[in-house]
Structures are given as structure tokens and as C-alpha cells.
């Protein structure tokens, strides 16, 4: 007698089983560098909290769920990290904000296809309890350098703003009329969603409803006064990080909870499964859950379709200094990335603290993130030319002449 494994599952060992590793030592090192904690949750939940978290007309919860009764109750394998993280952030009376890396296998009982398994690795960040758009952008850049870190190239990054329910009531109907003329043109499931889910019309793969949707109003131009202007600001923000990105009207997300930002990181090889990382902003999740009201974002990277598009070798992570960079008000913030950027190009870490925020607190999150360094630039920086840099040890601080910075920070 034979046995094999389930089909859509592997046997990981020798040199993929050091790649995957290469990659997860690696998250660890730099989002703990960047103040995340890692969190485990048990391998399964009650499989209510994913009909209510991701959304019962999705597919995943449909379809795609594990599900199994023990003792009369209903249990299912983890499908996705948010849901678990927000449980458990709320079960345990944890304190904001918060922020979490999870490195953990999911479950989905999808067709197997290239890169994509049954029970396939997810690395996730999520940030809880920050409303500006400064922090949609932070972890869209958190997701790029990481990405540059481990050596992963030739990804791009579509962006969307998928509003709030108040756009959405309005741009429903909007988009409704539209489609009333279309209806017998659009495939099978396409109607489904229109009537229990219309936003994720969009996520269908059909041509035919394509080429309607192409033309079909968007949720990007229906959005209300304060998700249009938040949108407007991730954008800006962007922008200063110098961050590329196209903007995909299209682009909703499969899952219910978004709101506002959405984004993907896509790679160019990977054909129809190309997402490499998938994530946004959640705001509504944790009061759904039976939590506070609590703004949150985050992202999730499937390590093992981005390993496909990378050389054999996961460049190994080196111990690095962690740096941070007091923005003393917003219009330091292109001054504080280029300080960043030095920094950056020596071989450490940077962060940057929200320029919104007050001092105290941005020198609290350089404490949180163990930071060796703090550097501080303001308008009395600014008239001496120098930078402030406080020894977070010693707690000594000096003043360095601008231009001598540079060649102060020691190479890695
Ligand atoms: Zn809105
Ligand atoms: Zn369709």
C-alpha cells in the first residue's frame, strides 16, 4: 500500500524549504525593525468568524473554506490573517495602536495552479488604530522596501479607492442603471453579485463582462467628500515617498471589509495569478467583530508565488541599526525621506515618524522600535543647517552639520 499527500498540497524540504525560511527570517528582521510584533493564532477559528469577517457571498467563504464539525461545532482553517489578528487583538484586550506581523499557512480548497497551493504560506502585516492616510502610504512603502530588500524585482503597484458605505449606497444605484441595459450580456455570477455583493462584479475574469465594466461608472469618481480627499492624500503621500504606482478604477479586492485604499503589488511573470502582495485599509472590520471603532490597515504577501520570480539564492538579511527621523511638520516630510534615503543607502533601517503626530509621540514609536538613533529636523535645524541627532542609549544629543551627515553614518 502507497499513500501520497492531498492533492494542491506539497513536501517542502532542502533548498525551497531555505528559501521560504531565508524569506520569513527576513520579515521578521525588518518589520520588527519597523515596530511590528509577531502574533500566532490557533491553526483554526470558529468558522463563523470568517462568514463574517471576509463576507458569506464571497467566493472564498462559498467555496474556498476547510470546514469541519467537532462536538456539534463548526471549525474552519484559516483562509486569510486579518479576521484571526482582529480576534484575537479583541479577545485579549490588547492596546492601540498596535501594530502585528503574522507568518502563518492558510487554507483554501482552491483548483491548484501554478505558485498556489491548498495550504500555502502568508506574510502579513496590520496596522490597528491609525486613521490619516500617511499610514496607507507608510505600509505601501513598508511592502516596497521589503520587497527591495529580499531582491525581488520588476513588480508594479495598482492603487484604488474604494470609499466608504455612504459612496457606496449612492454609486450602487449609479451603477445599477448602467447595468440594467447590460444584464443578459453579464455571465451568471455577475448578476449573483450584482444583487448580494456589486463591487466585486469587477474581480470577474469574463471578457464579455469586462468590456461592460470597462465602460460602467466607477466607485473611484462617485466617492464622497472625505474619502476623495483621504484618496487625495495617500497620493500625495506616495508621491513624496516616491512611490510609482498606476491607479486601477477596477481594482476593489476580493474580500468585503476594504475600505478606501486598495492596492496590489503585481508581477509581470506570474501570468493571471501575478498579485504578490494585496492589502488595504479596513476601518469597518473591527467594530463588525465586535470590537472598538478602530481604523485599520494592512497587507498580506504570498511568499511562495513571489519566490517563482527570484533567483535561487534569498539574499540573507544582515544585523542592521535602526534609525528614525522626526518629521517636525509637514513640510519636512521631503527633507526627512531624502535624510531617510542616506540612511537607507548605508545599509540601515529608517523609519519615519507621521508628521501629523506630535513629537512626544513619534519618539515614543522610535523607542517602541528600539531605534539606535533619532534624528530630528525642524525650522531651528533648518536655520542652523545641521541635523539633531539623539543617541537613544546615552540619550545624548548633537547637532551635525547637514552636509557632513552623510559621511557620519557608518556602511554596513
Ligand atoms: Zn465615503
Ligand atoms: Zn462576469
Sequence with gaps: MSYQRPKGH????????????????????????????????????????????????????????????VNKKLYALKPEGTASVLRAFIENKLSLPARFLYI?????RERPQKGRYREFLQIGIELLGESKPFYDAEIIDQGKRYLELIGAKDYYIELNSIGCPQCRKAYQEKLKTYLEQQLTHLC?????????????????????????????PKITDNLCGECSEHYKQVKCYLAIFGIEYTENKKLVRGLDYYTRTVFEFKHGELGAQDTIIAGGRYDLLMRELGGPDTPCTGWAMGPERLLLTMPDEVPKLQP?????????????????????????????????????????????RANKAAAAYTIIYGEDEEKEGVYAVKDMKTGEQKKIPAEKFNSQIPQL
Excluded at 194 to 215: M, T, V, W
Excluded at 328 to 352: F, T
Design 320 to 364: 542592521r541599526q535602526v534609525y528614525f527621523v522626526v518629521a517636525m511638520g509637514e513640510k519636512y516630510l521631503q527633507k526627512i525621506i531624502s535624510i531617510r534615503d542616506g540612511i537607507q543607502a548605508k545599509g540601515h533601517i529608517c523609519m519615519l515618524g507621521n508628521p501629523d503626530d506630535p513629537i512626544k509621540q513619534q519618539i515614543k
Design 104 to 108: 502563518w499557512n492558510m487554507y483554501r
Design 188 to 216: 451568471a455570477d455577475c448578476r449573483r453579485r450584482l444583487e448580494r455583493n456589486f463591487l466585486r462584479i469587477f474581480d470577474c475574469k469574463k471578457e464579455g463582462c469586462q468590456a461592460i465594466y470597462d465602460k460602467a
Design 10 to 69: 506539497r513536501d517542502l524540504f532542502g533548498k525551497e524549504l531555505k528559501r521560504v525560511e531565508a524569506m520569513n527570517a527576513a520579515a521578521r528582521g525588518f518589520f520588527g525593525q519597523h515596530g511590528y510584533e509577531e502574533i500566532k493564532t490557533p491553526t483554526f477559528e470558529f468558522a463563523a468568524l470568517f462568514d463574517r469577517s471576509i463576507g458569506e457571498t464571497t467566493d472564498i467563504v462559498e467555496h474556498e473554506i476547510y470546514k469541519f464539525e
